[in-house]
């Protein structure tokens, strides 16, 4: 099994920055396209930011110019830097990669874990 391990979340007050890691085990991490997404209880999991192989990026409104993603293939970790939080950006946020390997076996639609974010006002 290949896994995705979200870290850095955490309690922030608003107007502060964290930043989110996730890092993966296989390979191909490199080949593999890593989007952020966010829920809340009660609410579907939403989209907030995806990287392309080639360093592409996308946001979501409701983030674009506060957030960043990136990306380390040589250590297998993507990141989502978060600034000016507000409140509503309180969630779990999960990390998605859309393959990775292991030996000769593929793996597909990997979600971590989650990584809770609480924003204070």
């Given at each position: 099994q290949v896994h995705l391990v979200e870290s850095g979340g955490g309690l922030v007050q608003a107007g502060g920055s964290l930043r989110l890691s996730c890092a993966a085990s296989?390979?191909?991490?490199s080949l593999s396209v890593i989007?952020?997404?966010r829920q809340?209880?009660?609410?579907?999991?939403?989209f907030v930011a995806h990287i392309t192989t080639d360093g592409n990026t996308n946001y979501a409104e409701f983030v674009q110019g506060r957030f960043t993603i990136s990306r380390d293939n040589a250590k297998n970790t993507a990141y989502l830097q978060m600034n000016s939080l507000k409140p509503?950006?309180?969630a779990v946020y999960y990390c998605n990669v859309d393959?990775?390997?292991?030996?000769?076996?593929?793996?597909l639609n990997i979600w971590g874990q989650g990584t809770l974010v609480t924003v204070s006002s």
């Open positions: 296989g390979s191909g991490f989007s952020w997404h809340t209880p009660g609410l579907q999991r939403e509503e950006d309180a393959r990775l390997r292991l030996g000769l076996k593929q793996y």
